[in-house]
């Protein structure tokens, strides 16, 4: 009786893998038709100015409207993408739409206190050649200042690949145009590479802002990343900030910024338009009741 269990336990396996294997070759295959199938979606998240909780900027987040899953988020895609290159159409369709969306914004009237909008990209994405000029590219066409771009990088591209990356980061800072390391702290920069690395900005892993209200240790960490990036004259913004108790945590400490469910969760274009009290069409509509 053990064995036949075993054995079909092994079938049901084999048959899940198999399943898996092919949904993945699946997805790869119609992640190169996504772009040109226009099936990619932006999703806006504001970012905030922790003492008054005024929203200062927006990261772009994308979505994959699948013509058969429905809309899928990064963490379905996002990797396949990067193993299959497709990574590189879909980072410059997010470059190019978050860009022109948000020259948008700034143009209308009540868009002015939005200061930038922060753009993931992947390493593959910011390796592959003509990079830089791309970006120089897109805001050229889509007239919008450098300062408002903030380019979200991880740890590891700016830990490996030292010399061109460090080089082409370099040149986008001498455009402008602003980096931050994304997820900081769960990556393996030491802190003499952290204070000569080209970059602006340390954004906190949700990771380390979870636990800060029930574990001192955590608070105690969180605090002295806040510290580190004051003493490296470098922005920090807290990611994940879920509840109240964050906020006054990580304003109380001094950390300046902050994103997270608290505030909002990513929305769309004309959500945002809609708080801005700038409609679809691009007129101001005057703040009813709200
Ligand atoms: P990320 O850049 O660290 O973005 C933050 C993620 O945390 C987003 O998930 C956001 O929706 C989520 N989040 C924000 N606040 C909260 C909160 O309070 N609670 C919880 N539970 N989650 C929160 P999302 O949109 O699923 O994106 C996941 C990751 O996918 C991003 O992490 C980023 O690494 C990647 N990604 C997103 N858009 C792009 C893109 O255009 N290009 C590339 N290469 N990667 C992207
Ligand atoms: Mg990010
Ligand atoms: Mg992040
Ligand atoms: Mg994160």
């Given at each position: 009786v053990?064995k036949?269990d075993?054995k079909?336990t092994?079938r ?6 198999h399943?898996?294997m ?7 295959s119609?992640l190169?038709?996504a ?16 003492p008054?909780?005024e929203m ?5 987040l994308v979505?994959w409207q699948h013509p ?14 990067e193993?299959?290159g497709?990574?590189?159409?879909i980072?410059?369709w ?13 143009a ?6 939005l200061?930038y909008i ?6 593959r994405?910011?390796r592959?050649?003509?990079f830089?000029?791309?970006?120089r590219?897109v ?8 300062e ?6 991880t740890?590891?591209?700016?830990l490996h ?7 082409d ?7 402008g145009?602003?980096i931050?390391?994304?997820d ?13 690395m ?12 979870d ?11 969180v605090?002295?990343?806040v510290?580190?990036a004051r003493?490296l004259e470098?922005?920090v913004?807290a990611e994940?900030?879920?509840l109240?108790?964050h906020r ?14 608290l505030?909002?969760?990513p ?5 945002i338009?809609a708080?801005?009290g ?5 007129t ?6 709200k």
């Open positions: 053990a036949t075993g079909r092994w049901l396996y084999r048959d899940e893998l399943q898996e092919i949904r993945r070759l699946e997805m790869r119609a190169v038709e772009v040109p199938g226009d099936q990619m979606r932006l999703r806006y998240q504001p970012i905030v100015d922790l008054t909780g200062i900027g927006l990261e772009a979505r058969l899953r429905g809309l899928l988020g990064p963490n379905e895609f996002i990797e396949l993408s193993e299959n497709s990574v590189v159409a980072g410059g997010v470059l190019r739409e978050a860009l022109e969306t948000f020259a948008g914004w700034r209308a009237p009540g868009g002015g206190s200061k922060s753009v993931n990209v992947s390493a994405q910011f592959a050649p003509g830089v000029d791309q970006v590219e805001l050229a066409e889509t007239g919008a200042r450098p408002w771009l903030l380019l979200e990088i740890e590891s591209l700016v690949d030292a010399d061109q990356v460090w080089a980061l370099r040149e986008l800072r001498a455009m145009i602003r931050a390391i994304d900081f702290g769960t990556g393996y920069s030491s802190l003499s590479y952290l204070s000569q080209p970059v602006d900005v340390l954004k906190i892993d949700k990771s380390f802002i636990d800060i209200l029930h574990s001192a240790q955590q608070m105690a960490l605090e002295t990343i510290s580190l003493t470098l922005n913004v994940g900030i879920e109240d108790g006054a945590a990580l304003a109380a400490m001094g950390c300046p910024y902050g994103q997270g469910y505030f909002s969760k929305v769309t274009a004309d959500e338009g708080r801005l700038i409609s679809t069409t691009g101001t509509v005057t703040p009813s009741s």
